[in-house]
């Protein structure tokens, strides 16, 4: 099939040049814009997929960067509102970061970020690391 379009290509522009004519033939350009066609096929789902990963992982920063803050706070003496303050600062403009600790301001024992993201995406970060799911 393949040998059949080129030598149909070569006989096509050898007879243009024979009669002095110059661009491209119909069937050139249509088989450029499938050739095309096909190559968009492919990279428009890839091109989504990369997108919703993105989101996904600026979900999972925020989390993480927002435990950290948290943290951070608690180890500088900081109050809960403080910390929360510091962990809610993580967050993207549509991205909410939730905050909670278990213990005294005195003796912080656990510290629980969860990172809410507008297309439904959620991730926590407690000292465990990243797990998606409700709660921590």
């Not at 080129?6 to 050739?35: C, D, H, P, T």
């Not at 180890?75 to 939730?98: L, M």
Request: glycine letters at 10%; aromatic letters at 6%.
């Amino acid at each position: 099939m393949r040998a059949t379009i080129k030598n149909y290509l070569e006989a096509m522009k050898q007879r243009r040049e024979e009669e002095g004519e110059k661009g491209f033939s119909l069937i050139e350009l249509i088989i450029v814009v499938v050739i095309l066609g096909i190559l968009v096929a492919i990279a428009v789902p890839i091109f989504v997929d990369i997108q919703g990963k993105a989101a996904d992982n600026a979900v999972k920063a925020a989390a993480g960067n927002g435990a950290t803050a948290a943290a951070a706070q608690f180890a500088d003496g900081g109050t809960a509102a403080e910390a929360q303050a510091a962990a809610q600062s993580a967050g993207d403009s549509d991205i909410t970061v939730d905050f909670s600790s278990t213990g005294t301001n005195d003796s912080v024992t656990t510290v629980c970020v969860i990172a809410y993201s507008s297309n439904g995406s959620q991730y926590k970060d407690a000292a465990s690391g990243y797990e998606s799911g409700p709660g921590c």
